[in-house]
């Protein structure tokens, strides 16, 4: 897994390999029975419709001011290429409102996925305090999770 330089407080940028096909990864991405083996609980709810809107829950965070409840829409998609969604706080005295792209890109057998995290406020101390969990909770929990469900895979 690598990192870009955080110079851009805005902004979270991952990826990682997985050696499994795109059409592999992409599945995993958009399976709601998938979804739901390594994403928050409510991914099952995940449709691939633009504008389709689904809730995520996970453990509040009340240092970053953020309330356990995701709102998620569907912004757009490319087949086996990429997935935007925005994620957004469900209490809106909380300021997390984010977009979450996901792109594919075929490497030798294998997929190099990469993962854009827009939209923190730098001049927000909860909304840097979020962008550290949330960092640490993609490279440390999500990217691994997703990793072992596609070894479970077919």
């Known amino acids: 897994m690598s990192t870009e330089p955080d110079d ?18 992409w599945r995993a991405l958009t399976d709601p029975e998938l979804l739901a083996r390594w994403q928050m609980p409510g991914a099952e709810g995940f449709r691939l419709e633009v504008g389709h809107r689904y809730r995520m829950t996970s453990v509040p965070r009340p240092n970053a001011r953020f309330s356990g409840v995701v709102d998620v829409r ?6 086996e290429r990429m997935l935007s969604l925005r994620w957004a706080d469900a209490d809106p005295a909380n300021p997390a409102d984010w977009t979450v792209t996901w792109t594919l890109e075929q490497e030798g057998r294998g997929t190099r996925l990469f993962l854009v995290h827009e939209g923190f406020d730098p001049d927000d101390p909860a909304q840097l305090m979020a962008r550290t969990i949330m960092g640490n909770g993609w490279r ?7 990793g072992q469900a596609l070894e479970r895979l077919p």
């Open 74 to 79: 569907v912004l757009a998609y490319d087949i």
């Open 140 to 146: 440390g929990h999500v990217l691994p999770a997703l």
């Open 8 to 25: 851009d407080l805005t902004t979270l940028r991952v990826d990682q390999f997985y050696p499994h096909p795109p059409a592999k990864v």
